[in-house]
């Protein structure tokens, strides 16, 4: 991976769209077992509908997850200085999310060149999931 230089980056680009592919049971399941989130609301129906929700829904470390994958896949995560997130909506089943960013400053912190990097994740009707920001160090 060759990331972008502090140069040559400007104020308003975008970093690559990260498009994932509709969310499903599976994806929960599998999510769950690595990060150890057995919260039933996330695998089972019955619990979710009781909790008021129409069916199971996306762990919200997950949607983060999204995002720093989006972020990782534009520079080494050794790079990444901050990573701040807010929820904005719950992620159900079937929603195809699209994780984006955009940098809105180049700045200096503590003796590096940073971007701040405003990041969205949204689903195919274009609902907010999460929001949030990421500060990341370039070369």
Do not use: Y
């Not at 991976?1 to 592919?21: E, H, T, Y």
């Not at 719950?90 to 940098?103: D, F, K, Y």
């Not at 400053?105 to 949204?122: A, D, F, M, P, Q």
């Amino acid at each position: 991976m060759n990331p972008p230089s502090f140069d040559a980056v400007q104020v308003g680009d975008q970093l690559p769209v990260l498009q994932l592919p509709p969310v499903d049971r599976t994806t929960l399941a599998l999510f769950g077992g690595a990060s150890g989130d057995h919260n039933p609301i996330h695998i089972d129906t019955d619990v979710a509908r009781r909790a008021g929700m129409p069916d199971v829904f996306a762990q919200g470390m997950l949607g983060m997850a999204w995002l720093a994958r989006l972020i990782t896949g534009w520079v080494p995560q050794r790079q990444l200085r901050r990573f701040d997130a807010r929820f904005q909506g719950i992620t159900h089943l079937g929603n195809a999310i699209r994780c984006s960013g955009h940098v809105v400053e180049k700045l200096e912190h503590n003796g590096e060149r940073c971007v701040r990097i405003e990041l969205r994740s949204e689903n195919q009707f274009g609902q907010a999931k999460i929001v949030g920001e990421a500060l990341v160090a370039l070369p």
